[in-house]
């Protein structure tokens, strides 16, 4: 029995992020490079069950991850390609287990801020999120292909949430 390869659904901006970086009235910012750590579990592909899933964008989930901070930023009109502000990142690792009963999903990164050279900020940060799934693959696989973005979106909530991040884009 052979698995299929699958991307990940498109990122959609969470509302919630986007009003937490509304609401921190922080300068814009442009992005730096997203990149993997070197053995990083799931960079390239994420195993649920016999599928492989990878990233729509770019060749690795660091490039999803940066894409989401981008349309969010985006979305809260804070990305600015002239920004002396530039938050980079690097993928720890991002995983799904689709067990039966209860699945889940964790992604892992560094996040960098720096002003104009200078660190600002440099700190890991984790997303986790659990849903419903199923023994039957044909329902638990879409359920966890469909609800990793919101992995990712846990994962920029605890950045954008976290005080330090906020301070260092002031």
């Known amino acids: ?3 299929c390869a699958m991307k990940a659904p498109p990122y959609q901006p969470a509302i919630d992020n986007v009003q937490v970086l509304q609401r921190a009235k922080v300068r814009p910012a442009n992005l730096g490079e997203f990149a993997v750590k070197p053995g990083a579990v799931g960079a390239e592909e994420i195993k649920l ?3 492989t899933m990878s990233s729509p964008v ?6 999803y991850l940066g894409d989401a901070l981008k349309q969010e930023l985006e979305m809260a009109n804070l990305l600015d390609a002239k920004s002396g502000f530039q938050v980079s990142g690097t993928l720890l690792g991002t995983d799904i287990d689709t067990a039966m009963g209860t699945a889940s999903g964790y992604a892992e990164a560094r996040f960098v801020v720096k002003q104009d ?7 890991v940060k984790r997303g986790e999120h659990q849903w419903e799934s199923s023994f039957v693959g044909a329902v638990a696989i879409p359920a966890a292909q469909m609800n990793y973005p919101i992995v990712l979106q846990h994962l920029l909530s605890s950045l954008y949430s976290d005080i330090d991040f906020q301070n260092s884009l002031k």
């Open 1 to 3: 029995m052979s698995g």
């Open 49 to 51: 069950r016999a599928n």
């Open 58 to 63: 770019g060749s690795s989930f660091a490039s």
């Open 117 to 123: 050279g200078q660190v600002r900020f440099d700190k």
